[in-house]
């Protein structure tokens, strides 16, 4: 056992923002498991979205985080969906080691008459599309990106489809998002969480093949496919229905206490956490480099009050530009 895992107990809290790694060594189970807590605040707030978008996009997170910090390379992993109900994009990417942002895109008055008639259940806002999930190693490298189809599934379910079309790897996922009121200086104050937990059967005895994980791992290909139907799978499953969507949210909780309750019995091993935070990608010298590339009819169209103003859609920074600095050359 190296120093960045302990059987489960030992470790003290992970807390908010800490994404959880975690083995069930009995079961041939790996996973992660996630309480965002201040993160999202940070980012919902930013944008101060409608309720149904805010809860949409608090999901999108908790899937980002939980796959983005199983990278074991410098890189990022991009969560995006394209769709036709009133929240027709989500989008959501997490830079290693630790960097999360997000933001959602839709139609105020869609959103607001799908409020009035009581349809904001995810699969009504989202509608028919698509999600990709994206894995980005930077320049010279190919990118590795999977998609789903979107046509009346939540995101919970999304993302179990895609492991199963595109990894072939039996994955339960389970999500939680709420708005809480929470006792603050001055008085309660509504705060949001999210939580969630993704478990996957990975068994290497002889009789089943070894596949690769989240993990990272290289796998070692066998003749015989994993079965979803062993035992233990069926198990794990039966453990991960008992969560309560309060547990995954719930402060008072917390991640490792989750899983002491789920796994205890089986000997579980918790690895060190991953602190996750709100940090956007975005600079000047970005943006620069992308007007750059415009023609000077674009650039021209830009100008607002004799400078260009450009705010980053994720973290709502604004930068402005002198037009000079993109005339052309003669």
Not at 88 to 110: G, N, W
Not at 143 to 148: A, D, F, M, N, T
Not at 213 to 236: F, M
Not at 311 to 327: G, L, Q, R, T, V
């Amino acid at each position: 056992m190296t120093e960045t895992e302990r059987k489960l107990g030992e470790f003290g809290f992970a807390g908010d923002d800490h994404v959880v790694p975690f083995a069930v060594e009995p079961l041939d189970v790996r996973g992660r498991t996630v309480q965002l807590g201040p993160l999202l605040d940070q980012i919902l707030e930013r944008h101060d979205y409608p309720e149904p978008v805010a809860r949409l996009l608090a999901e999108a997170c908790v899937v980002t985080v939980l796959l983005g910090t199983s990278l074991k390379f410098e890189g990022k992993f991009i969560f995006q969906t394209r769709t036709d109900g009133p929240v027709d994009m989500l989008v959501a990417d997490f830079t290693t080691p630790h960097s999360l942002r997000a933001y959602a895109r839709f139609d105020a008055d869609r959103v607001d008459a799908a409020i009035e008639a009581g349809m904001t259940a995810p699969e009504d806002l989202l509608g028919s599309g698509v999600l990709a999930l994206t894995i980005d190693q930077g320049e010279h490298t190919t990118r590795y990106q999977g998609i789903v189809e979107l046509n009346g599934i939540t995101l919970e379910e999304a993302a179990r489809a895609y492991f199963r079309q595109s990894e072939q790897i039996p994955t339960e996922v389970k999500l939680s998002v709420a708005k809480l009121v929470l006792p603050a200086e001055g008085g309660p104050r509504e705060h949001w969480r999210a939580g969630g937990l993704l478990a996957q059967f990975l068994p290497d005895s002889p009789e089943r093949r070894r596949v690769a994980d989240i993990h990272g791992g290289d796998g070692d290909e066998r003749d015989v496919a994993v079965h979803p139907d062993d035992n233990s799978w069926q198990e794990l499953l039966a453990l991960v229905g008992t969560i309560e969507p309060t547990e995954l949210i719930d402060p008072t909780v917390g991640t490792e206490r989750l899983l002491y309750r789920l796994f205890h019995e089986h000997g579980a091993v918790v690895y060190e956490g991953v602190r996750v935070i709100d940090e956007c990608s975005c600079s000047g010298q970005k943006i620069k480099g992308i007007l750059q590339g415009f023609t000077a009819e674009e650039i021209t169209d830009s100008v607002e009050d004799g400078v260009i103003r450009v705010a980053c859609e994720f973290c709502s920074k604004s930068y402005e530009f002198d037009p000079a600095e993109f005339a052309p050359v003669q």
